[in-house]
């Protein structure tokens, strides 16, 4: 009989006092339904580890403990295996959108195996599962990434916002739609595939995770006047239908501008423009709970 055994691929800057004793919790609960968790910090070891048959055979998933970044991780690093997310980071907004917080249940379902088949979104050989952003938010996340040194918090994010704010020139992009000629203009750009965002700002709330469509959301106009002006249509969910705010959704998106404009997907800085994202409809494979909506 083969025995079933469990990857945690811990992010060693996520998780505070709370959420660590949480992760204990649910190691001790995988331990009870005889699942043999084996925790990994470093990323290395645990594709040494994969690259043995007999190990990866016998694997029941990979649970990504740690942030958004973290699941998106260990999607790209094994976009065949079945991975279950652990929140442990800022935000952790593909498990909100599911309601994972309790490990005795994130255990259940470890042991019950059923995957979900979640639409990915591809930007070059990079796979992304809630969302990738052109503009103001990818420059912010740019700058923090470059001078993060430990575990973040939204509060982390006030300095470079306001810093960014000041001096960003905010770059007009173009954005092509599966295979319009004509492009949408804007200085901000949100491709979504789940409806949730940072900050609990509602960017681009019909967007559905299994409807083979990327939902996109272009914010025409520059400047920090107006990104308040948007922030407070997003608040009251005023920004819907906006006529000033051109919504659209696809399975292809061309961006285009006359100079480099950063990219980031989930939560990690990407690249620059110019760039193509793609979608890729039911390739991730996530142990989650089924929702009821």
Known sequence: MIERWVAIQRNPRSGSGRRRAKLRILIRELQRRNLHPRLFRSRHRLDRV?????????????VAAGGDGTVCDVINRYPD?????????????????????????????????????????LLGDRRFLLMASV??????IHRLHNSRRGNISRLTYAWPILSAAAGYSF????VFVDDASEPITGCLVVI?????????LPLVPEAVPSDGLLSVRVFPNPGAFSLLRYCRL???????????????????????????????IDGDPCGTTPCTIELAPTEGRLLVPRRVD
């Not at 997310?85 to 935000?91: A, D, I, K, S, V």
């Not at 907004?93 to 979900?116: V, Y």
């Not at 770059?171 to 173009?174: A, D």
């Open 50 to 62: 994969l690259r043995q048959p007999e190990k990866r055979d016998s694997l029941r998933c990979i």
């Open 81 to 121: 295996l079945p991975v279950c997310p652990f929140p442990l980071g800022t935000e952790n907004l593909l498990c909100r959108h599911f309601g994972i917080d309790d490990p005795i249940l994130t255990a259940d379902q470890i042991e019950k195996g059923e995957c979900q088949s979640i639409d990915v979104g």
């Open 135 to 140: 503009g103001f938010d990818a420059h912010v």
């Open 171 to 174: 770059p007009s992009l173009r």
């Open 192 to 200: 979504a595939n789940f409806p949730e965002y940072a900050f609990g």
């Open 234 to 264: 997003l608040r009251g969910h005023r920004h819907i239908d906006h006529p000033d705010i051109p919504a659209a959704a696809g399975r292809k998106l061309r961006i285009e501008s006359d100079v480099p404009v950063p990219v980031q």
